[in-house]
C-alpha cells in the first residue's frame, strides 16, 4: 500500500498528465468536477478538470465529498500510482473493477482519452 506523500505526488503528477493532452483536444473537453477516493487510505481528493486541466486539488475525508461531483474514481493507492506511471491501462482496470468511475457515459469515455 501506498502511503499519502505518494497518493498526493500522484494526485500532482495526475494534473500533469491531464494538462499535458494536446491543447485542441483540452479544449473540447467540458468542465467537470472531479473527485477520487483512495478507498485502502480512506482519504479524497477533489477538484475541476477545466479545459482539461485538474486545478484546485484538495485533500479531505470521503464521507464529506459533495454528491455534487460530476466525475468520481474509487480507487486503491497502488492502482493510482500504477495508472499514473503507466504500468496500468485505464480501460483494463475500470474492466476488471480495480477502477470504480461514477460519471456519464460520454465524461468516462473522454477520460480513457487521457489515460
Given at each position: ?8 505526488e500522484a ?95 460520454r465524461d ?8
Open positions: 500500500m501506498a502511503d499519502i506523500e505518494e497518493v498526493r494526485i500532482g503528477s495526475l494534473g500533469t498528465i491531464l494538462g499535458g493532452a494536446d491543447p485542441e483536444f483540452r479544449r473540447k473537453i467540458p468542465d467537470r468536477t472531479v473527485s477520487a477516493w483512495i478507498t485502502d487510505l480512506d482519504v479524497a481528493f477533489t477538484g475541476r478538470l477545466v479545459s482539461g486541466e485538474l486545478v484546485d486539488v484538495e485533500e479531505g475525508d470521503p464521507a464529506e465529498q459533495s454528491e455534487a461531483q460530476q466525475l468520481t474514481l474509487s480507487l486503491t493507492s497502488d492502482d493510482l500510482l500504477e495508472l499514473v506511471s503507466g504500468r496500468l491501462h485505464f480501460g483494463s482496470a475500470w474492466a476488471r473493477g480495480r477502477v470504480r468511475v461514477d460519471a456519464r457515459w468516462v469515455l473522454e477520460l480513457r482519452k487521457f489515460l
